[in-house]
């Protein structure tokens, strides 16, 4: 027998039909002789339904009130599917997060996992439930508040709980059949990876490739779970991420003996870029900028600093961050303008970026020239550059994001010959 969590993403039980056809899904599950514990997300885009809300009837920041609301998005799917289970003859009892053990820290909107009891999940499986737990939510032991983990966090609970319950596999069930080259709402033609290295994934969930939670990706890694990647609409075979990094992928019949050199193109919306204009050219400065961002809780992506105009003595410093955090960051950064002694701040939110992932990269020195020269055929220009060993990452202007990504992923022959299906979900 065989203890399987399945995690079920809001595409997945965005009706009431959704939850039946998942409730139906988990049920075959168990009948075949598994243990199963169900995470569920919010249905459909009722999470950022709620933030609508909520900016209806507030502008100021209330963290705390801001995780009781959107952790009922999550509550409210897990009661539906232990009733649609119930429908179907079988057993299910749901647990909100603190009920299943979900321990975090008391940081609100971005919790991080630091301790994981679920007592009351085993004793719910032991008995032949199905157990649910509600996503993307626990409890800090020193507020003893409802907190969340920040979106797309229910495939990080999914994994924690696999971790601490020891299943012998995480299923991410999704709207899409699995991991692909390139997101295939933007590059239809994106091929379904079979297996990748959780290396490779780290780099495409930080590069923002959201089919998986960059938390979730570290938290597998870290214990070890393997993950399956896969749609709840159809019965394919997804995708493995080989969770730790001595695991090789499996190479089969017919497969090149080398790795190959890119696995995908990812590409990110959610940032926005601040150039501090005119900072005095001595030392110390770039450390009281970044030291004022890091009070504001921002996490700074990419950074450039321009040369300094001969004899002016004052450069511009750019970077991006999320666009959630801008407007803290911005005004942590005028409160200390003349004690920094920078001239002005511009901030653009109309920027994408775009990153080529791939192992393989390390050992092939054609790479960053192949990747520019698409750019440049495809006539986008490049804002900023930053660079991993298995990444190169570029900021471009957003309305050229699409453009860029389909022209590299072409370029690096990423296309494959069926179109990808996306089953449901609006890419919200
Ligand atoms: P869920 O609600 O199930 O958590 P998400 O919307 O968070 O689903 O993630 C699934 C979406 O991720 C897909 O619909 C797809 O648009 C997007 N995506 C981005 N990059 C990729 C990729 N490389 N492969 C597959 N899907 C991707
Ligand atoms: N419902 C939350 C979100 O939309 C968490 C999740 O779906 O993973 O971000
Ligand atoms: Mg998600």
Same mark, same amino acid.
């Given at each position: 027998?065989?203890?399987i969590?399945?995690k079920?993403?809001?595409?997945?039980? /965005?009706?009431?039909?959704g939850?039946k056809?998942?409730a139906? %899904?988990?049920?075959d599950?168990?009948?075949?002789?598994?243990?199963?514990?169900?995470?569920v997300?919010?249905?459909g885009?009722s999470?950022?339904?709620?933030l609508?809300l909520a900016?209806q009837?507030s502008?100021?920041?209330?963290?705390?009130e801001m995780?009781?609301l959107?952790?009922?998005g999550? *509550?409210?799917s897990?009661?539906?599917?232990a009733?649609?289970?119930?429908?179907?003859? /079988?057993?299910a009892?749901?647990?909100t997060?603190?009920?299943a053990?979900?321990?975090?820290d008391a940081i609100?909107?971005?919790?991080r996992?630091?301790a994981?009891?679920?007592h *009351?999940?085993?004793?719910?499986?032991?008995?032949?439930?199905?157990?649910?737990?509600?996503?993307?939510?626990?409890?800090s032991?020193?507020?003893?508040?409802i907190t969340?983990?920040?979106r797309?966090?229910s495939?990080?609970?999914?994994?924690a709980?696999a971790?601490?319950?020891?299943?012998?596999?995480?299923?991410?069930?999704t709207d899409v059949?699995?991991i692909?080259?390139a997101?295939p709402?933007?590059?239809p033609?994106? %091929?379904?990876?079979?297996?990748?290295?959780?290396?490779?994934?780290l780099?495409m /969930?930080?590069?923002?490739a959201?089919?998986?939670?960059?938390?979730?990706?570290e938290? /597998?890694?870290r214990?070890?779970v393997?993950?399956?990647v %896969?749609?709840?609409?159809s019965?394919?075979?997804?995708?493995?991420?080989?969770p730790s990094?001595?695991?090789?992928?499996?190479i089969?019949?017919?497969?090149?003996?080398?790795q190959?050199?890119?696995?995908?193109v990812a590409h990110?919306?959610?940032e926005?870029?601040?150039?501090?204009?005119g900072?005095?050219?001595?030392p110390?400065?770039?450390?009281e900028i970044?030291?004022?961002?890091?009070?504001?809780?921002?996490?700074?992506?990419m950074i450039v600093?321009?040369v300094s105009?001969?004899?002016?003595?004052?450069?511009?410093i750019?970077f991006t961050?999320p666009?959630?955090?801008g407007?803290d960051a911005?005004?942590?950064?005028r409160?200390a303008?003349?004690?920094?002694?920078?001239e002005?701040i511009e901030y653009?939110?109309q920027i994408g970026?775009?990153?080529?992932?791939g192992a393989?990269? *390390?050992?092939n020195p054609?790479v960053?020239y192949?990747?520019?020269?698409?750019?440049s055929d495809?006539g986008?220009?490049?804002?900023m550059i930053?660079?991993?060993?298995i %990444?190169i990452?570029?900021?471009?202007?957003?309305?050229l994001?699409?453009?860029?990504?389909?022209a590299?992923?072409?370029?690096?022959?990423?296309?494959?010959?069926?179109?990808?299906t996306?089953y449901?979900?609006?890419? *919200?």
């Open positions: 027998m065989a203890l969590v399945q079920f993403g809001g595409s997945s039980v /965005a009706d009431a039909e939850v056809r998942v139906k %899904r988990v049920v599950t168990q009948a075949a002789g598994n243990e199963v514990v169900v995470v997300s919010a249905m885009d999470t950022d339904e709620l609508d900016a009837v502008t100021t920041s209330t963290p705390r995780d009781m959107l952790s009922a999550e *509550r409210i897990m009661a539906l599917l009733m649609a289970i119930h429908e179907l003859g /079988a057993s009892q749901s647990f997060g603190s009920q053990g979900m321990i975090t609100h909107g971005k919790a996992i630091i994981v009891s679920p *009351r999940i085993k004793t719910s499986i032991e008995k032949g439930d199905v157990a649910i737990v509600a996503g993307f939510q626990g409890m032991r020193d507020s003893n508040d969340t983990l920040g797309g966090g495939d990080t609970t999914a994994v709980l971790a601490a319950l020891g299943a012998d596999v995480c299923e991410i069930y059949d699995g692909y080259t997101d709402r933007v590059v033609t994106a %091929r379904k990876i079979a297996e990748i290295s959780s290396e490779e994934m780099e /969930a930080a590069s923002g959201k089919i998986l939670h960059l938390r979730c990706v938290y /597998a890694r214990f070890g393997p993950l399956h %896969r749609s709840s609409f019965q394919l075979e997804g995708t493995w991420v080989l990094p001595d695991d090789k992928i499996k089969q019949a017919g497969d090149p003996l080398e190959p050199i890119i696995s995908g990110d919306r959610s926005a870029k601040v150039t501090v204009v900072v005095p050219d001595i110390g400065k770039a450390a970044f030291g004022i961002v890091a009070g504001a809780h921002s996490n700074i992506d600093q321009n105009t001969h004899g002016s003595g004052h450069t511009d750019s961050l666009i959630v955090e407007a911005l005004e942590a950064l409160a303008q003349s004690r920094v002694g920078y002005g653009d939110e970026k775009l990153s080529l992932i393989g990269m *390390r050992s054609g960053s192949r990747f520019f020269k698409a750019l495809a986008v220009n490049i804002d930053s660079t991993s060993e %990444r990452s570029v900021v471009t202007n957003a309305e994001l699409d453009t860029a990504v389909r590299v992923h072409a370029a690096f022959e990423l296309d494959g010959e069926a179109l990808a996306v449901a979900g609006t890419g *919200r």
